[in-house]
């Protein structure tokens, strides 16, 4: 996926959180699992997997809230502290110390979601049987292995932080 001219610009339901990916992220996520059905209220969690550092805070500022997570290991939620809804998240629990790293934007708080479809569908096993997927959409009854569905430049991308991490590749 290619550096983009156009910021790709986002922020809370208030106004007081703006924020900017500065380059397209590695893959988006449309996840219908139980727990992003209970903390989204909705069907599924649409989330756009992006380095931290490529995302800027251009206005104003997050409050982060501890939120359990399936594996027990903890997620954070960045919430705005006025409106409190969620622009990203992070999963402590993520291999090799990628947690810190990678964070899981709400392509909902984008100004513009429609160009960040999901690339990938998972944890269908719950989905919710009125949801339809497109027949041609990759799709797993739970989570995937990285290297079979993710772009080579997104690989790549993952490589640096599992350097940075110190993590080995796999
Ligand atoms: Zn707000
Ligand atoms: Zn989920």
């Given amino acids: 996926m290619a550096e983009q001219d156009k910021p790709i610009a986002g922020g809370c339901a208030c106004g007081h959180v703006r924020y900017r990916l500065t380059s397209e992220p590695m893959i988006v996520h449309c996840c219908h699992c139980s727990w992003c ?3 989204s209220g909705a069907a599924f969690a649409v989330n756009a997997l992006i380095e931290a550092d490529r ?6 500022n997050t409050v982060e809230v501890p939120t359990p997570s399936v594996s027990g ?3 954070r939620f960045s919430r705005c502290p006025n409106c409190q809804v969620t622009l990203w998240t992070n999963y402590l629990g993520m291999s090799g110390g990628m947690g810190e790293m990678i964070r899981f934007v709400r392509v909902g708080t984008l100004d513009d979601p429609a160009p960040f479809p999901p690339d990938v569908h998972i944890y269908t096993s719950t989905k919710m049987p009125w949801v339809a997927l497109p027949p ?3 799709a797993f009854e739970e989570f995937y292995a990285t290297k079979n569905v993710w772009l080579p430049a997104s690989l790549e991308r993952r490589k640096v932080l599992q350097a940075a991490a110190g993590s080995p590749v796999p």
């Fill in 37 to 39: 059905q209970r903390e």
């Fill in 55 to 60: 995302v800027e805070l251009t206005k104003g």
């Fill in 73 to 75: 290991a903890g997620q």
């Fill in 136 to 138: 041609d959409a990759p």
